[in-house]
């Protein structure tokens, strides 16, 4: 007879509810009886099936004991004591799986945000595929409220798009022509003609999930070291059950003991809120990859970042142009043609200053030498300038005045990079170049130093008085500047020895060694890059910073969790074992007791699905 | 040798998995194994020529937990 659990178990009640009733009735004993003994193997054949065929290799598990319990209880004729175990064995599991799948129910929904259908151009015609069969390089069609099912450069069209996928954020953000897309983001409003870049697996969305996928089995060292514990403690109760029985000849005693003899609640109570936090991060667009690295997370001490692209956000700008002799637009409009075949990241900032200006460039210098680790030497509209560095004035013989100087210096005092303009006699003038700090970086800061972070650190390749000033202004408590991308790893090390835990924040460009030598690599603005995705412990999805002190207050929450679980389960089994003894636990009460302590920690575990959407968790994320 | 991951129908007991992975452990030809709980998977790396993904699904199956796919 084939037959759901769900129905055995509502088949099992019906027949121990007629079964009360006869004997309320007193008809016939009897009759009660066999619908009493009618629930216990209706419940129970499953179960010992279970356990007969776990026997053939030779494992005994918690069905195993329940079988032997009823047994024991039939043989005994506490009818009704078999029929409530199985029952209440069959309806706990029923219930747990239902509850279960509601912890794992923040990934799954995730799951389901994959693309399910594509439009391509195909020979000139618009055709639906499945997104596995787009090809790289094909021509991708997306209308409003439809999915992009690719990562791809927009060829045609703008839209508002909503990057809840990868980022976790909800407000849509606006793209148009040459800009990049991500599978799995969806279209408010627009329409998109893109160039295939990435399919299928590829895709980042693809990749994030199966980072995921894989971070909810990675286990947590408490529940490593819980799983050897159940491992021992359960055949430790069966023979403490045998050895009662030898001494008391007491059977029903030891039969329970057999019933509560798997600690499921224990075993169970790390994974489910791993589980819940993980999926909970992986909504709000953070991954934290394993249960090992969400313990330690909320343990870190230190945190050191990046400058450059993470704290800021490595898109230096023109900040100020001062001129001495000449007209600043035209000492601009000079660096800016000088500067035209240069491909520096100060060059271009240059060059993008003066074309938002003065519209785009079109003249080219006349003669151009680069000087390498200094600047250049080039010749425009008939005259020699050097752009540059002071080492470049100085090898070059040109005279910078004192006031020239004060000047420069107190530029850089605040944060910024001067470029010098000069003749082959003097100073002309200079362009001060800075990169944006984060808007977020300052709050974040803040809310890591209420949340009781050690040390802020910042480590940087820039010099020591644009470090200093960005420091200051974010409210940073160290900084180590002019290193190389080894001297980062030094100055961990470093940090570690002195302070103890730490995890190191970078955007994954030129920090990779260092987010791998920290006990514990950050990668902020991880959709885009596969280095930092692959190599940090936890990636946050957009570039938005401040979600880091929701990452570590939603890791600490986890933690919290799931020693509230361990704690609880542990003091259910004690009370238990001292019930059983005591007699004041019996077979049905005690398998009562132990599925609903199972069911109290998965519906624990299912409240931290909520953790960052109100009240004060919710102030931290957003403020 | 192949690897190929089962998806099975919720996994509720941790020590459900301990079952599985005993009994694959006592499989002849099964290389490597390991069950998934929170995504109610198990993968397995085994020698075709010595054992068939079928007979792994049902030895899965015998022991209680439905092979819903298999990848």
């Known amino acids: 007879m084939k037959m759901s659990k769900g129905q055995r178990v509502v088949l099992a009640g019906i027949l121990i509810a007629i079964s009360f009733i006869l004997k309320r009735t007193a008809l016939d004993l009897w009759v009660a009886n066999v619908f009493m003994i009618s629930a216990a193997v209706v419940a129970g054949l499953p179960i010992m099936k279970n356990a007969i065929s776990a026997a053939r290799y030779r494992i005994i598990g918690i069905d195993a004991l329940v079988s032997l319990a009823v047994i024991g209880a039939m043989f005994l004729a506490e009818y009704w004591e078999a029929a409530a175990v199985t029952f209440l064995f069959m309806f706990g599991d029923y219930l747990e799986s239902k509850t279960i799948e509601k912890t794992r129910s923040s990934i799954k929904s995730l799951l389901d945000l994959a693309p399910d259908t594509a439009r391509v151009i195909r020979d000139g015609v618009e055709v639906e595929v499945s997104p596995d069969e787009v090809i790289k390089g094909d021509m991708v069609i997306v209308k409003p409220g439809e999915k992009i099912s690719i990562d791809g450069t927009i060829v045609e069209g703008n839209a508002y798009i909503n990057q809840a996928a990868i980022t976790g954020e909800s407000i849509p953000v606006s793209r148009e022509e040459d800009d990049t897309v991500f599978s799995g983001t969806i279209i408010e409003s627009g329409y998109l003609k893109i160039r295939a870049d990435r399919v299928g697996e590829d895709t980042t969305f693809a990749r994030i999930l199966q980072m995921v996928e894989e971070a909810q089995d990675k286990k947590a060292k408490t529940q490593k070291f819980l799983e050897v514990f159940s491992r021992y403690y359960t055949p430790a109760i069966i023979v403490l059950a045998a050895l009662l029985f030898l001494v008391t000849k007491d059977l029903v005693l030891s039969l329970t003991l057999l019933v509560i003899a798997c600690p499921g609640a224990l075993v169970i109570s790390t994974p489910v809120s791993i589980v819940a936090g993980i999926g909970n991060g992986a909504k709000h667009g953070v991954l934290i990859k394993g249960g090992e690295i969400m313990e330690n997370l909320g343990k870190i001490d230190v945190l050191a970042f990046d400058k450059t692209g993470t704290l800021t956000e490595g898109k230096p700008k023109v900040t100020n142009v001062k001129a001495f002799e000449m007209d600043e637009d035209e000492l601009l409009q000079i660096a800016a043609i000088g500067e035209s075949y240069s491909e520096h990241p100060l060059a271009r900032a240059i060059i993008a200053a003066s074309e938002e200006k003065f519209g785009e460039l079109n003249e080219a210098p006349e003669e151009s030498e680069i000087i390498t680790g200094q600047g250049l030497k080039v010749k425009v509209r008939g005259k020699t300038y050097l752009i540059g560095n002071r080492k470049l004035m100085a090898e070059n013989g040109v005279t910078v005045t004192g006031e020239e100087e004060t000047y420069i210096e107190s530029e850089e005092e605040h944060g910024q990079t001067v470029v010098i303009v000069s003749s082959l006699e003097k100073m002309l003038g200079s362009i001060s170049i800075a990169d944006t700090v984060r808007e977020d970086a300052k709050q974040l800061i803040k809310n890591l130093k209420a949340q009781g972070i050690k040390k802020v650190v910042m480590l940087t390749g820039d010099n020591k008085r644009a470090a200093a000033a960005i420091s200051k202004e974010l409210g940073i408590d160290e900084y180590y500047a002019e290193l190389l991308p080894e001297g980062k790893v030094k100055a961990l090390e470093t940090l570690q020895e002195k302070f103890g835990a730490t995890a190191m924040v970078g955007d994954g460009v030129n920090d990779a060694p260092a987010l791998a030598s920290a006990d514990l690599g950050i990668a902020i603005g991880g959709a885009g890059t596969d280095v930092a995705m692959e190599t940090a412990d936890v990636v946050l999805m957009s570039d938005e910073i401040k979600r880091l002190s929701y990452a570590i207050g939603l890791s600490r929450a986890t933690v919290k969790n799931m020693k509230q679980n361990i704690y609880f389960a542990i003091i259910v089994a004690g009370a238990l074992l001292a019930g059983v003894l005591a007699k004041v636990v019996f077979l049905s009460s005690g398998m009562l007791i132990h599925e609903i302590s199972v069911l109290l920690v998965i519906i624990n575990a299912v409240r931290l699905l909520g953790y960052g959407e109100k009240g004060r968790t919710r102030k931290v994320l957003y403020d | ?71």
Do not use: H, W
Request: net charge neutral.
């Open chain 2, 1 to 71: 040798m192949i690897t190929k991951t089962y998806q099975l129908d919720t996994l509720t007991c941790p020590s459900c998995t301990m079952k599985i992975e005993g009994a694959l452990k006592r499989t002849k030809g099964v290389k490597e194994y390991e069950v998934l709980y929170n995504s109610s998977r198990t993968r397995v790396t085994f020698d075709e020529t010595v054992v068939e993904s079928e007979d792994i699904q049902n030895i899965i199956e015998r022991l209680g937990f439905k092979v819903l796919g298999e990848k």
